[in-house]
């Protein structure tokens, strides 16, 4: 199977706008995270509506494709990547990994392991989740929550 991962990063986020391009010990955010995918990965690229993130993701030695402004959500962003790089390249990979773009700290071992799970018959769609650690990660909206059936299917996400 062939894998990549597609990091959507938009620069005006409603929570923290800028947030991509913000610094980190001298690197910003969208690099560290790309950095990190690239450990687990070959094939890395960066979707963005943004020419400010696209010249640092440039700058820094990665790749990155410019997507419209109009979408809803990440997972949008990246069906649009894919789209632009099976057009560009003539390349359709077999998984497109969706990484959040403000994952610095995001360990290569936990995308190997997402991408683990495609190589079990019939897995089209799969997510990372752990158990809420402290009552007060319920309540903290910056968090994702996922709730699952009896069958540990996921069926509900919510902030």
Request: proline share 5%; aromatic share 8%.
């Amino acid at each position: 199977m062939e894998y990549i991962g597609i990091i959507p990063a938009r620069y005006h986020s409603i929570r923290f706008p800028g947030k991509p391009l913000v610094k980190i010990k001298g690197k910003t955010m969208i690099q560290r995270t790309w950095e990190q995918a690239k450990k687990a990965l070959d094939n890395v690229v960066v979707a963005t509506d943004d020419k400010r993130i696209k010249k640092t993701v440039d700058d820094f030695g990665g790749e990155a494709v410019m997507t419209s402004v109009r979408h809803r959500s990440g997972t949008e962003r990246c069906g649009e990547a894919a789209e632009i790089i099976a057009a560009t390249t003539g390349k359709l990979y077999d998984v497109v990994i969706n990484i959040q773009g403000d994952e610095p700290f995001i360990q290569p071992e936990q995308i190997k392991l997402l991408a683990g799970g495609f190589e079990e018959s019939g897995v089209k769609i799969a997510t990372l989740a752990k158990k809420i650690g402290s009552p007060d990660d319920i309540f903290n909206p910056n968090l994702p929550k996922v709730i699952f059936n009896k069958n540990g299917y996921a069926i509900y996400f919510s902030r």
